[in-house]
């Protein structure tokens, strides 16, 4: 898979695309990434590629014809390429947008800097837009290095060939259980009994219910999506009465603590 990406700030992608698993995957030919910089593609001596907004108000906006030419230029080689604009009024991205875009063969993602890019940019070329998140940042170059690093993990050989597993849990829409490593003793901090049982039914359905409780506890809204079996949904009985009684707990030590505080006056 190739990816072209069109920015002013080509230095920021270095090290994400040259470290670690990415930085394997470009050696080993999997996916191609070419950093394009607009600057280079201006039309006048001093290379602007930014401009007062028509109307007024603060920031500058980028000009249309650096980023068309740009774009025309990467399309000359492949007509086929899809357009993807990064911005916070873009669809929200997420897991099934990855697995999509992973089947295209040449993406073409283009990062606005200041108030964003002249609206006949988006018009004419940009096929898609994409948020990565209800956040601001000074651009879109870490929302392309989100969206490329999503994608990337999804297509074949650039993880490990034992991870197409690790895709499962997120397609079941269930957050992860709970991992452990060495030391079982950290200063005092143990490892779960179950995990060191052997007991690979037992080890399993401590995962699941665990991975339950986390979703239950911190993204109930994928619960609603999940496909949940009949053991799932005991699991999750058991889940509600165990935080009630933890928090029956709680609410008892702090009473406690209340009773041995002396509130002044
Ligand atoms: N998910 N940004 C785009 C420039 C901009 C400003 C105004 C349109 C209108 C972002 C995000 C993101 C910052 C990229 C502003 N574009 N991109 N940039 N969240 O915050 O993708």
């Known amino acids: 898979m190739r990816f072209d990406i069109l920015t002013l700030f080509p230095g920021m992608f270095s090290s994400p695309f040259g470290e670690s698993i990415l930085g394997r995957a470009i050696e080993k030919g999997l996916i191609q990434i070419r950093i394009i910089n607009i600057r280079d593609f201006a039309l006048d001596k001093h290379q602007v ?66 108030e964003g890019v002249d609206e006949r940019v988006r018009d004419r070329f940009v096929d898609e837009e994409i948020s990565i998140g209800d956040y601001v940042l000074t651009g879109g170059e870490l929302a392309a290095m989100v969206v490329i690093d999503a994608i990337s993990r999804l297509l074949p050989g650039v993880l490990g060939s034992d991870r197409s597993a690790v895709e499962d849990s997120f397609f079941n829409s269930l957050l992860e259980y709970p991992q452990y490593t060495r030391p079982f003793d950290f200063k005092g901090s143990l490892v779960p009994e179950v995990l060191i049982s052997g007991n690979h039914q037992s080890i399993a359905q401590w995962r699941r219910k665990e991975a339950l409780r986390r979703t239950w506890l911190q993204r109930p809204d994928l619960l609603e999506k999940a496909r949940l079996s009949p053991e799932d949904r005991r699991f999750l009985g058991e889940i509600k009465k165990e935080n009630c009684k933890s928090q029956m707990a709680d609410r008892e030590l702090e009473n406690h603590r209340a009773e041995k505080t002396e509130i002044p006056n």
């Open 49 to 114: 590629v930014d401009d007062a907004p028509y109307g007024g108000g603060q920031g500058m906006v980028m000009k249309v014809e650096p980023i068309a030419r740009a774009i025309e230029q990467v399309k000359s080689g492949d007509a086929s390429a899809r357009v993807i604009y990064l911005t916070p009024q873009g669809r929200p991205f997420d897991q099934e947008r990855a697995r999509e875009l992973a089947s295209y063969p040449r993406l073409i993602l283009l990062c606005g800097r200041y």
